[in-house]
Structures are given as C-alpha cells and as structure tokens.
C-alpha cells in the first residue's frame, strides 16, 4: 500500500499533526507551520490523491486517513483546516489514544445546510462543483479558492497565494476531489461531539465565507470546548493572520499541559 505523505517541522517539545482542506496540501499550512516551528515538533500530511500523496491508495475516509496518520506519528495534537477538520475529529472520536487534544480549523461537523442546521453551504452549491469538476476540474477548484478568499482583508492577494501554493505539487487526483465532495456532503459529526473527551478548540475566521463562525461556535458548546474567532479573517486564517493563530493556539496547548 502506497503510504501518505507526511513531513516533520519544527523543533519544539509538543506533537502537532497538521491536516490541509479538500483540493490543497500540507504546503498551503508553511505560515503557520513556521509561526509555531519552536514550540511544536509538526507532522504536516498531505492527504490521499493530494500533493505528494496523489498516488497513496487509502481511501479519503476520515477514519480511514486517521489510522494512516497516527500508524506514522506519535500521539499528539491534532488540527485539521477546513475539510481536515473533519480527519482531526474522527481521530479523537475514534482513535482517541492517539490524539492528545483536537483542534478544527474554519471546519464543520456539517458542511451543508438542513432543517435543523442553518449555519451550512447550500447543497446546491457542493453540486455544483461536483458538476463543474467532470468538465474543468482545475478551474473548479481556482473558483473554490476565491470563495475561500473572499472575506479576507486582502482577497485578491490571498487568493493568488492559495492558487499558487494548491498546484505546487502537482494536480490533486479528480476522483479523490470527486470522493471530498461526497464526504462533505454526507458527513455529519453533531451527534458525537458530545462523546469527545479531549480538550477541544474551534478557531474560526470572523469573515469566513465557505464554514460559517456561527457552526464553530455551536460546535465548541456541544463539545464542552473553547471558541476563538480571528477578527478580519476569511477561511484561511493562516494566511495574513499566521501569528494570531500560532497565538491562540500555543495559549490553549499552555492550558491543556
């Protein structure tokens, strides 16, 4: 079985595993991974069909790519960004020996919208970049990162970095980015937040556009946890506000020894 791809930073005394979102790689994190390099010793994935885990045969199933991940790392902290959020929760739920503390990053238990759930995306929307996926996969995914942008304090600039960085190791497979939209689509956490038993942190971007702050902020009561919003951030807080996380983050690691 071809392995993940997962690089070690950093030189600092806490494990942290480090989980990119759909269409990107463990690249598009290198702010943050610096802003926190003398703290933390990071495991940084790239995930299946992703960067340099393209040809990686596991499954893009949450539990699935958790058993991968902590098969190669020590038990540690977990932070997932947008759809690797949902990886770092199924560890903690499911796999919990190896995750020490968990920590969503702009990422939802429910991706989309119901009837008893008005902080998700319209499903018309995940159908839509299904759709578009089958005729022009890569200018699918340029218009997904300029939603992800929008918000920012500087969208234009965050978008060209995201677009810079998402292809930079190459074109994600289109099945797997096919099998992220399914997973959004379907998944739905609520009901077991309330079984997690790590300290738990949900960091949302105040101007977020594609994980809507009001979901973290449910999310972080169901799981007893703790809410941060980064004031004048969109879905990539890490780009632009790098610091504030890095911030926030070591603060709540410093409280959960």
Same mark, same amino acid.
């Given at each position: 079985m071809s392995a993940l791809h997962i690089e070690t930073h950093g030189s600092g005394t806490i494990p942290l595993v480090m989980i990119h979102g759909w269409a990107?790689?463990?690249?598009?994190?290198?702010?943050?991974?610096?802003?926190?390099a003398d703290r933390f010793t990071m495991y940084v994935v790239d995930l299946p069909g992703h960067g340099y885990s393209r040809q990686a045969d596991i499954p893009l199933e949450p539990l699935a790519c958790a058993r991968a991940i902590?098969?190669?790392?020590?038990?540690?902290?977990? /932070?997932?960004w947008s759809m690797g959020g949902l990886v770092a929760l199924g560890a903690a739920l499911d796999l919990p020996e190896a995750v020490r503390a968990v920590v969503p990053l702009c990422s939802t238990p429910r991706?989309?919208?119901?009837?008893d759930w008005p902080h998700g995306n319209d499903a018309a929307m995940v159908h839509k970049l299904a759709a578009d996926l089958e005729t022009d996969y890569k200018a699918t995914v340029e218009r997904f990162i300029a939603l992800e942008a929008m918000g920012s304090a500087d969208p234009r600039a965050e978008a060209r970095r995201l677009k810079e960085d998402a292809f930079s190791r190459g074109e994600p497979d289109p099945r797997v980015l096919m099998e992220g939209l399914r997973? /959004?689509?379907a998944t739905d956490l609520r009901p077991r937040l309330a079984g997690l038993?790590?300290?738990?942190l949900w960091m949302?971007?105040?101007r977020d556009r594609i994980v809507h702050p009001e979901a973290m902020r449910w999310s972080a009561e169901a799981a007893e946890g703790r809410f941060?919003?980064?004031a004048h951030a969109g879905h990539a807080p890490f780009i632009?506000?790098?610091a504030v996380v890095a911030d926030v983050l070591t603060r709540f690691v410093d409280a959960h020894p």
């Open positions: 990107m790689h463990g690249g598009i994190l290198a702010p943050l991974v610096e802003a926190l902590a098969a190669n790392t020590p038990p540690a902290v977990w /932070l997932g991706f989309v919208r119901g009837d997973l /959004l689509e038993r790590q300290p738990n949302a971007g105040r941060e919003e980064i632009g506000h790098a």
